[in-house]
């Protein structure tokens, strides 16, 4: 299994080559080369199987021979073993023809957990078989740094520093990342903004000295290996609802398109899916693309759910890339055009392949917080703001099939949007209800390039 770049132009890399280097030399993204298929007696095999088989039998067509199936079961088992539920990713039903994927039962507590926690382990077992060690160095808004921190702490081969912009993240984000004890994580709150901080990560990888004496890497959410482990839970889900003989619709709360993208993966692995369906908050260039047919970038502005602000929404050019019948050169040329002119028209045929695939709708901020209070009076559920985007969205778009909505996060981990929404403060899961007790570790430092380096470089475990 070789993986090659959406814009069509850098070297072919195996998975784990994939995985280590993120993006491609020429600015793209690595795809696989082509999706490998299960069949539906395959699939049907699966039905009533633990997590964690379905996610071998889903993933190791991907790894090709990278890891044997010792170190990919074992990877895999390692991953989710500190889950706060034994399902790992539990069913529960919303309405007549509604589910909820609750994917927000990992260690810090957002479905991000369930990619981190394997890159984690498997990162491990590649940089040790190589002798190598890495520094991995990533911004965060807050749940991808908690969840990166949460997966490689204690690893030998890996140091992770993250940085985060300084009183801008919630207190349960903050405290995720500057509680664990281990040595070799670190939590480096930056006096600026969230884009000072992606500003900072960007300047150190083209500092071409500092990047090769520190081993620099980064595990950002256009990471191949991410997107592949979250194909895992369509198949996991769909199958308790009847798959492969019933179709089911996803609905999914959408920001950089990691994980909706995960979901068409699964519909070309065979799994019967109906409609994917994008819900974005009121930053909704995706949902904006799907209606016009124009990908046009605009402000962000700050939502209860923030982790769905973005301007542009970085896996979108996997879904372009397939849309354009994978041509490199024209992918190219429209994220030239994104850069140069802050847009581009989505060609009609490529826009009429991607309507087949995915359907759209977006909530405001009052529906976002009247879906919270509505589903907790109808359900008892209590939602977290962006789960509840993805509600909303996909009760306008009910239909024949069983609709399964993904909640991408606890309700305790945005404790004032959902106490504003029910007037109830979500408590955390008793497993970490001693997170405000513990101490904190934090590196404060200035919005300074070389004086960020110098902390990362005395930091560092050599
Ligand atoms: C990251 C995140 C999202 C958006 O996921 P994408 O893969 O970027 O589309 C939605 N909800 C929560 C809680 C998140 O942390």
């Excluded at 890891?67 to 889950?83: N, V």
């Excluded at 990992?106 to 590649?126: E, S, Y």
């Excluded at 070799?184 to 600026?192: F, Q, R, S, Y």
């Excluded at 849309?323 to 190219?332: F, H, L, N, S, T």
Aim: hydrophobic share 45%; net charge negative.
């Amino acid at each position: 299994m070789k993986y090659i770049s959406t814009r069509g132009d850098a070297p072919h890399l195996t998975f784990e080559e994939a995985m280590l280097t993120g993006l491609a030399l020429d600015g793209g993204l690595y795809v696989p080369e082509s999706v490998p298929t299960l069949g539906q007696g395959e699939i049907a095999a699966l039905a009533g199987a633990p997590y964690e088989e379905i996610a071998y039998r889903v993933m190791a067509p991907f790894v090709g021979d990278c890891f044997t199936e010792d170190e990919l079961r074992g990877a895999i088992a390692r991953a989710y073993e500190g889950f706060g539920h034994d399902a790992r990713a539990p069913l529960v039903q919303l309405g007549p023809n509604h589910f909820l994927l609750e994917l927000f039962h990992g260690p810090t507590l957002a479905f991000k957990d369930f990619a981190m926690q394997i890159i984690g382990q498997l990162f491990q077992i590649a940089l040790k078989r190589r002798g190598e060690r890495v520094t991995i160095v990533g911004a965060t808004s807050g749940d991808t740094g908690s969840a990166a921190i949460e997966a490689f702490r204690g690893l030998d081969n890996v140091d992770v520093m993250i940085l985060y912009p300084h009183g801008r993240v919630s207190e349960v984000q903050r405290r995720q990342m500057s509680t664990p004890v281990e040595a070799n994580v670190h939590a480096l709150a930056l006096d600026g903004d969230f884009d000072d901080c992606q500003a900072a990560v960007k300047d150190m990888f083209a500092d071409v000295a500092f990047r090769d004496e520190v081993g620099l890497a980064a595990v950002n959410s256009i990471n191949w290996a991410r997107v592949l482990a979250q194909v895992v839970y369509y198949f996991s889900s769909a199958l308790s609802l009847g798959a492969p003989e019933r179709a089911v619709s996803f609905t999914v709360p959408t920001g950089n398109f990691g994980d909706i993208f995960a979901g068409y993966i699964a519909k070309r692995m065979g799994l019967p899916i109906a409609k994917l369906v994008v819900a974005t908050n009121r930053n909704d260039i995706l949902h904006r693309t799907l209606e016009t047919g124009r990908y046009q970038k605009e402000g962000v502005s700050p939502t209860i759910s923030p982790s769905m602000d973005i301007q542009v929404s970085s896996n979108f050019e996997r879904a372009l890339f397939d849309a354009y019948g994978r041509d490199g050169a024209a992918v190219a040329q429209l994220m030239a055009e994104l850069k140069s002119a802050g847009g581009f028209p989505v060609s009609q045929g490529a826009i009429e392949v991607l309507r087949e695939v995915y359907a759209s709708g977006r909530a405001s901020e009052e529906e976002t917080s009247a879906t919270i209070t509505a589903m907790r009076a109808r359900t008892g559920e209590v939602l977290c703001p962006h789960s509840a985007v993805g509600v909303k969205v996909a009760e306008e778009l009910l239909g024949a099939e069983p609709m399964i909505t993904l909640a991408t996060a606890h309700p305790a981990k945005f404790p004032d949007a959902v106490e504003a929404a029910t007037g109830l403060r979500p408590p955390l899961p008793s497993r970490m209800s001693d997170l405000y007790d513990r101490p904190e570790r934090i590196t404060r430092v200035p919005n300074d390039l070389s004086e960020i380096e110098r902390v990362i470089r005395e930091m560092r475990r050599t």
